[in-house]
């Protein structure tokens, strides 16, 4: 996009170079018509000295003035500032506002916008209209009424895909007095609210579930200890059993808290996808070591092929997450003996994905939980978690990522789940851009996999 907003100095400038070249030209006219005798010497001297005469006037005229206001100093982009021109101090502060900051001109045209701006819109090094960047209808709107010099604005819009967003923009008329045929500029200021709006709502949701799961456990814990302190003070065997009772309660109320905060976290920060590197692979490794001693007790054999290494865009912790809860939940589903297996693919495309999570045959049932958003090119890390446990009908398998979703009847033993292990799971592949699936056989099994975009800078060369 252009930076340079010419001032009235540089217009006066120009205009007085091309009186300076018309003059010249006209003179130069007037003598060759007069050296090939279509005009007298006379008419030529007279007609010569008249256009030198005006031209004299008009450059005195132009060469006075007001100076150009200090309130028109223009939002930009440092990396275009010539150096012999330092940056004004109302000029850098906009340059370093976290805010994005545009100026429109005339046809709706951007003509300035500060690094945030830039960053926000994914504006190009062209100039460009604002309704190919900011595709908002109210905003464009109150834009227009400002370039006409009507009041200011302050317009609110909300994008849910490819991701959540709520923008409260406010648009305010300039006066650009240096320029006469176009006197009004519109000045946009925008504040992203998306995350105070999500926690917002984050605050709500986290109370609402966390005081209606907590509730049942609570009246139990609250009944058992009305017993104890009653009839079954002295029956010992009675009072052991209803504190082991009480002691799995605790543990569950335990594991919703954890898990309602984990959820409330990864959705507050999910439309900020992560930036850092990590491998997949090894945080998959990593997992499968830390729940040996649980799968040893239940006489399960858990398991681990495919790429050592699998660099992708991510963040350790949640991909950690996504391999706990994903061979938790195959631990806690498969009866003894049985075998899991968690394979990495470090490099597949999406075709390749379809493939690799298409592998029980057609009287399975099969979903994409998510899809990946973005471009067909991208390359991914693939994790699977392939179980023999009891499998999940296929009618049951679009609900299974919803929050406190149970499948009818499935008991995991005195470890109950939540509900919400693979609610978190779907939301952490969301922030990653990855995808989440699932292909499961009641009586065969189930494959629970998840794709994370790989990292460019560490990925192995994709195959021609
Ligand atoms: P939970 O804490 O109950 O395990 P999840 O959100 O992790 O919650 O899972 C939701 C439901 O999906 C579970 O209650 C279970 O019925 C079903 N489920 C998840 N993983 C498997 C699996 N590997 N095999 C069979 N059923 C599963």
Not at 14 to 29: E, M, N, P, Q
Not at 270 to 298: R, W
Not at 392 to 421: A, H, M, N
Request: charged share 25%; net charge negative.
């Amino acid at each position: 996009m252009s930076n340079d907003w010419p001032s009235e100095q540089d217009r006066r400038r120009l205009r007085r170079r091309d009186t300076f070249a018309l003059t010249l030209i006209a003179v130069v006219v007037l003598v060759i018509l007069s050296m090939t005798g279509v005009i007298t010497l006379w008419v030529m001297l007279s007609t010569a000295m008249a256009i030198a005469a005006l031209s004299f006037i008009y450059y005195l005229v132009i060469s006075t003035g007001e100076p150009p206001l200090p309130a028109a100093e223009p939002v930009g982009d440092t990396s275009q500032e010539p150096e012999e021109r330092p940056l004004s101090p109302a000029r850098q502060i906009l340059e370093h506002l976290p805010f994005p900051v545009l100026l429109v001109g005339p046809g709706g045209r951007i003509e300035r916008a500060n690094p945030a701006a830039h960053e926000f819109l994914g504006l190009g090094t062209e100039s460009g209209l604002l309704s190919a960047s900011l595709r908002q209808p109210r905003v464009l709107e109150a834009v227009s009424s400002a370039l006409q010099g009507e009041r200011g604005r302050v317009v609110e819009y909300s994008t849910f895909a490819p991701i959540e967003s709520h923008v409260r923009v406010h648009v305010i008329p300039l006066k650009a007095e240096e320029d006469p045929a176009f006197p009004w500029r519109a000045l946009l200021i925008l504040a992203d609210e998306t995350s105070s709006k999500r926690a917002e709502r984050m605050r709500g949701d986290f109370l609402a579930n966390a005081s209606h799961e907590l509730r049942t456990p609570l009246a139990s814990l609250a009944g058992f200890i009305e017993t104890l302190k009653g009839h079954a003070r002295e029956d010992i065997e009675a009072r052991d059993r209803f504190l082991t009772i009480m002691q799995d309660q605790t543990e569950r109320m335990r594991r919703l808290i954890n898990d309602l905060l984990s959820l409330s976290r990864v959705e507050m920060d999910e439309h900020v996808p992560p930036s850092d590197t990590a491998d997949f692979s090894a945080m998959v490794q990593d997992t499968i070591d830390s729940m040996t001693p649980q799968a040893h007790d239940k006489g399960i054999q858990v398991e681990f092929e495919g790429d050592p290494a699998a660099p992708v865009i991510g963040q350790r912790d949640q991909l950690f997450e996504i391999a706990q809860n994903l061979i938790e939940n195959a631990l806690k589903y498969s009866p003894t003996g049985t075998r899991i297996l968690c394979q990495i693919n470090a490099d597949v495309s999406r075709d390749e994905i379809e493939r690799l999570t298409n592998t029980m045959g057609e009287s399975a049932g099969r979903l994409s939980i998510s899809n990946p958003p973005g471009s067909t090119g991208q390359r991914f890390a693939l994790l699977r978690v392939r179980d023999a446990g009891k499998g999940i009908e296929r009618r049951q398998l679009p609900r299974l990522s919803e929050r406190f979703y149970r499948v009818d009847g499935q008991k995991s033993g005195p470890k109950e789940g939540t509900g919400l292990g693979l609610a978190i799971v779907k939301h952490i592949v969301s922030r990653h851009r990855g995808g989440f699936y699932v292909e499961s056989q009641p009586g065969e099994g189930s494959v629970f996999s998840v794709s994370i975009p790989v990292s460019l800078a560490d990925a192995p060369a994709a195959e021609a």
